[in-house]
């Protein structure tokens, strides 16, 4: 009896502790944001930018009451278990960032109604509840691109990517675009490590593609950290980035002539604003140039000796056609054909 | 052509060097009858350490070459310090070694992101040890950029492989961790303390292993993150089944392998059509290959590896 008794005590504590965490956040009007990522929140790319943003909308939201909490190192198979907590602690926003997180978030979505989730990136328009994002990087590869084109002089150029998927292979293909609108003659050698985290194996691509030639690098994902080191121990060779975090590095400050960025925070603030108005989900969120979803920047230590006024005014130019028309100026980056590179 | 076929030639040997450390670290603790599934998490903890020391000293920037070789002095410490825990569990504890080895990589891994989250933070590069043109030598051409145009951890881990042989087949202790991974029984009936010499295998296996990790942080990638390894540890150990636990056989496996991996790399940017993925895996199908068509030849197979001894039950 007295273990029935224990027992029966102990959920409905339980059940207290979790319905005082949802009726809390309602009471107090505190709007409760959780982050899932595989990797960490200082890696220099993909899962930095989001928490980097997140942390901006916040300050961007003076206004309102915004908690925010996030999960590192979270492999698909393990997220469902760490996003069940934060729903029973009654947050109103789960972002899954990566597309590897979309079964357990249709699942979750399914099961319980009330929380929004989003997941990127994904141009499938989700459940009521489910919100996806797609950068558009095809854009951001293309500024990359100009500015490869138009630099190397050897007319090799050098681009190391994880997988040909999500936002990458848009980055990838937008990148080809650019160097072949400015140097039809170039060649670009694409080479695919497999792994979005393997940044040995991306410095053994980008020393093979140096060694091969190329003077101008770049690279996507978060292991192109590795392909950047890589370029610094070149005399040469220069480095345009996917993330303006590689501007923060030492070898960035050296060789890094630009980079671009995806700017979250406008996004984070327009999921906010849509929940808080009774939207949960079920609309996709491209992220390009027109709607603030890009952000691009010189490196201050190398924009006079490595950027002309010229290749200031073409990407200045093209960045104002992308925002005029943001679905037709790349319309067929899917359409780049690899074998004639 | 020649130029893209001695670029590529010219990267084997730097780049196999983690492989190729690791790989011998492993072959002596399975002569030794010892199977160390949790080189990866040595390597990481390696890694770490050896990029931590050069870190401190410099916080990323430029530091005296004294700080890299003391970050590999630390991390064959901790390796060695690992493998000595390993052998508490698996040679005195006698616990199932390959669940044992499973453990060492997830808390190796673990204890080194987490470690390098307090004291370093996020991904982090540091200038590393520079390659070394040998006067002369590096001018030859072709040959020059191959062979002697790399960093001196190269060289001495290359100059390693007959150290490694003369040790094995030609010193007493070479031949007490032959006997102990081939029949302790026998071995200790003869004077042997198999389990000492087990742990002294593994002491020196996982300070290889250590090494090989810094390798990778402080002369090869030259940076940490927590993801560094990436699987190479198990290729590692995958790679002393295919040298047939002997020196110079592993160092062809470790060649062979880094050669595939630096020849797929190639195929990719010469955009040459060949899908990706494919390009990806060759190197590990070419492993499974060679061990599928060699795994009759197991004649230099420790007959006692995995085995836990104990003196006191006769089997």
């Known amino acids: 009896m007295k273990r029935l008794l224990a027992v029966t005590i102990a959920l409905v504590m339980a059940a207290s502790l979790f319905a005082s965490g949802s009726s809390e956040a309602a009471d107090d009007g505190t709007f409760k944001i959780a982050l899932i990522i595989e990797n960490t929140i200082d890696d220099k790319g993909w899962c930095q930018s989001m928490h980097d943003g997140i942390t901006e909308a916040i300050a961007m939201m003076p206004d309102k009451k915004i908690e925010y909490s996030y999960s590192e190192k979270m492999l698909a198979v393990d997220a469902g278990s760490i996003a069940r907590q934060y729903v029973a602690e009654g947050y109103d926003l789960i972002i899954a960032h990566g597309s590897q997180y979309k079964n357990f978030v249709l699942e979750m979505a399914e099961e319980f109604p009330d929380t929004s989730f989003a997941f990127g990136t994904s141009s499938e328009i989700g459940p009521d509840n489910v919100f996806t994002y797609m950068p558009e990087s095809e854009e951001t590869g293309y500024l990359n691109g100009l500015i490869a084109g138009t630099l190397t002089k050897a007319n090799i150029v050098g681009l190391v990517s994880p997988v040909d998927g999500g936002d990458s292979a848009r980055y990838d293909r937008g990148f080809v675009m650019g160097v072949q609108a400015v140097n039809p003659e170039a060649k670009i050698l694409l080479a695919y490590t497999g792994s979005h985290s393997d940044y040995v194996k991306s410095a053994e691509i980008a020393h093979s593609q140096l060694g091969n030639g190329a003077d101008i690098m770049t690279g996507s994902s978060q292991q192109a950290i590795g392909a950047l080191r890589a370029t610094a121990e070149s005399p040469t060779a220069m480095w345009l980035g996917q993330d303006l975090a590689q501007l923060t590095t030492t070898e960035g400050q050296q060789k890094c002539i630009a980079a671009c960025a995806y700017n979250y925070a406008a996004v984070v603030v327009g999921l906010v604003e849509k929940i808080e108005s009774g939207v949960k989900g079920g609309e996709v969120i491209p992220m390009n140039f027109a709607n603030g979803g890009f952000i691009y920047d010189y490196n201050p230590a190398l924009v006079d000796q490595w950027v002309t006024p010229e290749i200031k005014e073409m990407i200045s130019s093209t960045i104002e056609e992308f925002k005029a028309d943001p679905d037709g100026t790349l319309a067929d980056w899917a359409e780049v054909d690899y074998s004639k590179l | ?315």
């Open chain 2, 1 to 315: 052509m020649v130029d893209i076929v001695v670029n590529m030639l010219s990267m084997c040997i730097p780049f196999s060097v983690a492989l190729l450390l690791a790989s011998i670290g492993e072959m002596f603790n399975q002569r030794a009858g010892v199977f160390n599934l949790g080189c990866e998490g040595v390597m990481a903890m390696g890694a770490f350490i050896g990029m931590l020391i050069p870190f401190a000293a410099g916080g990323g920037g430029p530091v005296s070459q004294w700080y890299n070789f003391l970050g590999f002095a630390a991390a064959a410490a901790v390796g060695a310090l690992l493998g000595l825990i390993f052998g508490v569990i698996t040679v005195t504890f006698r616990a199932p070694q390959g669940i044992a080895g499973i453990g060492l990589q997830m808390f190796g891994v673990g204890a080194a992101g987490t470690l390098f989250r307090h004291f370093v933070g996020g991904t982090q590069s540091i200038p590393g040890i520079p390659d070394i043109d040998i006067p002369l030598l590096s001018k030859i051409p072709l040959i020059g950029d191959i062979f002697f145009s790399h960093n001196v951890m190269a060289y001495l881990a290359y100059l390693f492989i007959p150290v490694a042989m003369y040790i094995l087949f030609k010193t007493p202790w070479g031949l007490r961790v032959r006997a102990a991974g081939t029949n302790p029984r026998a071995a200790d009936s003869m004077g042997i303390n198999v389990n000492r010499t087990r742990y002294e295998a593994l002491m020196l296996g996982s300070a290889l292993a250590g090494l090989a990790g810094a390798y990778l942080s402080i002369a090869q990638a030259k940076l940490f993150s927590d993801s560094l390894i990436s699987g190479r540890g198990f290729i590692a150990v995958a790679l002393v089944y295919f040298g047939h636990w002997h020196p110079l056989k592993v160092m062809g496996g470790a060649l062979l392998f880094t050669f595939a991996q630096t020849f797929q790399t190639v195929v990719q940017s010469m955009g040459i059509s060949f899908p990706y993925e494919l390009a990806v895996m060759l190197p590990y199908v070419l492993v499974i290959v060679v061990l599928s068509f060699t795994s009759k030849d197991q004649r230099m197979a420790p007959t006692a590896l995995g085995q836990p001894f104990n003196r006191e039950i006769r089997t």
